[in-house]
């Protein structure tokens, strides 16, 4: 099985069969529209005005408060810093994010690094942090333990910049393996989609958004 990432699992979680074509075989593409788009360009102008000091963008300077905040933070600042994570069986150890053993990959938007504690942040261009899921922060804060030997708990956020929401949740060492198998069920029925060739449709109210256009289920939007 490949490595997976929070975003490739979500996906698989919607629906199996475009999880295939878009990650399996690859045979359609995914449009990420104007909303990813957007995101993107919010993630670059948080990131090079921390890391250059570079002026937040007209279009973005309502982030700019957000952003400073974090950047007033005392410590060693990373900014979208690729992740890997190697598991050997039931040991988990650190690796580059382009290792071909990665079974994990994730990007971390921002870390802080203040002697034992780090401050993971990811940056979310949402209109609201109604379904938030921490589970990503999960993932990033054991990456971080792993990556960083020295750090023992996280204060981790996901910084929802457009309605200025912050879901928070505090990480410590000792829980590395929880937070690593937090999608162990998902993990499992992926591997035996792997295993088993069957991928089978999910079908429900996304399905119009789906670029596996040739789905049975796919309907074209209204």
Sequence with gaps: MTAWSYSSISTFKQCPKKF??????????????????YGVEAH?????????????????????????????????????????IK???????????????????????????????????????????????????????AATFLHFPQVQRTKSALAFVVSNEFVKKD?????????LECFSPELERLEAAHENDVWNANPSGLCGWCPVTHCEHWRKRK
């Design 171 to 179: 990480h410590k060492r000792e829980e590395i393996r929880t937070y």
């Design 20 to 37: 295939y074509h878009l990650k399996v075989v690859q045979d359609v593409k995914d449009d990420p529209g104007d909303a990813a788009t």
């Design 87 to 141: 598991k050997d069986g039931e040991t988990y150890s650190p690796c580059d994010f382009f290792a071909p053993d990665a079974w994990w990959r994730g990007i971390a938007d921002l870390i802080i690094l203040r002697g034992t504690l780090a401050y993971v942040v990811d940056y979310k261009t949402g209109k609201s942090a109604k379904y938030a899921d921490t589970k990503q922060l999960d993932l990033l804060a």
């Design 44 to 84: 670059t102008a948080a990131e090079v005005f921390v890391r250059d000091g570079v002026e937040m963008p007209a279009k973005f300077k309502f982030m700019e408060p957000t952003v400073t905040s974090f950047n007033n933070i005392p410590g060693a600042k990373h900014c979208e810093l690729k992740l890997g």
